[in-house]
């Protein structure tokens, strides 16, 4: 059975930092591409960032680039999310996401984390 499991989700004043973790089992973690997305209330689920397997590849949102950073250890199939200078837009749910390029059928979600950046 797969699993992912989020934690490090908070509140946090704003400038503030957290550091979120996404434990996967039930995956050989090492070959999946891992993600974090969020969703605010009200809108849709938008990515934040991604990770390729050796880690050679990343992505971010623009609203997230250069505050936010993201890392993986593939020895502890953990995925982790840097977030500095946070900002009352960045609250949401923060999920963490597993797939294979290509293969949609091997995507798997977390339950989320909330992060809340308020004063």
């Known amino acids: 059975q797969v699993q992912l499991v989020e934690s490090g989700g908070g509140l946090v004043q704003p400038g503030g930092s957290l550091r979120l973790s996404c434990a996967a089992s039930?995956?050989?973690?090492?070959?999946?591409?891992m993600g974090w997305y969020r969703q605010a209330p009200g809108k849709q689920r938008e990515l934040v960032a991604t990770?390729?397997?050796?880690?050679?590849?990343?992505n971010y949102s623009d609203s997230v680039k250069g505050r936010f950073t993201i890392s993986r250890d593939n020895a502890k199939n953990t995925v982790y999310l840097e977030m500095t200078n946070l900002k009352p837009e960045d609250t949401a749910v923060y999920y963490c996401?597993?797939?294979?390029?290509?293969?949609?059928?091997?995507?798997?979600w977390g339950r989320g984390t909330q992060v809340t950046v308020s004063s």
């Open positions: 039930g995956i050989t973690f090492s070959i999946y591409t």
């Open positions: 990770i390729t397997s050796g880690g050679g590849r990343i």
């Open positions: 996401n597993a797939n294979l390029e290509n293969r949609p059928a091997y995507t798997y």
